[in-house]
C-alpha cells in the first residue's frame, strides 16, 4: 500500500527536497554524490531512465535500475561529477517525487 508523500519513508541523510534551489535548476553549487530511487513512490515510467541513460536502466516492470554491473537491487547510486547536472535534471522531472539527491 502507497502512503501520502507525508508517510513515505525518507532518504537516509536527506537535506533537500529533492528540488532545485536555483532559478537556472542547476541545483546546489555543491554537486550531489549520490541520487537515492524510492522504489515505492515510483510509477515505473521510465522518465529519469531516459534523462539519465548513463547511470540508470530499467527493470521488465520499468522501475529504475542502477545501471553499473553487479549493481542493479541499489536504490542508492554514486553520481560522477560530470553526470551532476543531468541527475539535477532527472530530480527535478520525476513526477513522483521519487528520486533524491544526496550528499556523499
Ligand atoms: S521519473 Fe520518477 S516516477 Fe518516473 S520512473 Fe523515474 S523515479 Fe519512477
Do not use: F
Not at 541499489?74 to 539535477?88: C, E, M, V, W
Request: glycine share 10%; proline share 12%.
Amino acid at each position: 500500500m502507497r502512503g501520502t508523500p507525508q508517510q513515505r519513508p525518507t532518504a537516509p541523510n536527506d537535506t533537500s527536497n529533492g528540488r532545485p534551489d536555483t532559478a537556472a535548476g542547476g541545483g546546489p553549487a555543491i554537486g550531489p554524490a549520490r541520487l537515492w530511487i524510492d522504489w515505492t513512490a515510483c510509477d515505473a515510467r521510465g522518465w529519469c531512465a531516459e534523462l539519465l541513460p548513463e547511470l540508470l536502466t530499467r527493470d521488465p516492470d520499468g522501475y529504475p535500475l542502477d545501471r553499473s554491473p553487479g549493481a542493479h537491487a541499489t536504490q542508492d547510486l554514486t553520481i560522477p561529477a560530470q553526470l551532476a547536472g543531468h541527475a539535477r535534471r532527472a530530480v527535478d522531472a520525476c513526477p513522483r517525487l521519487a528520486l533524491r539527491l544526496l550528499p556523499d
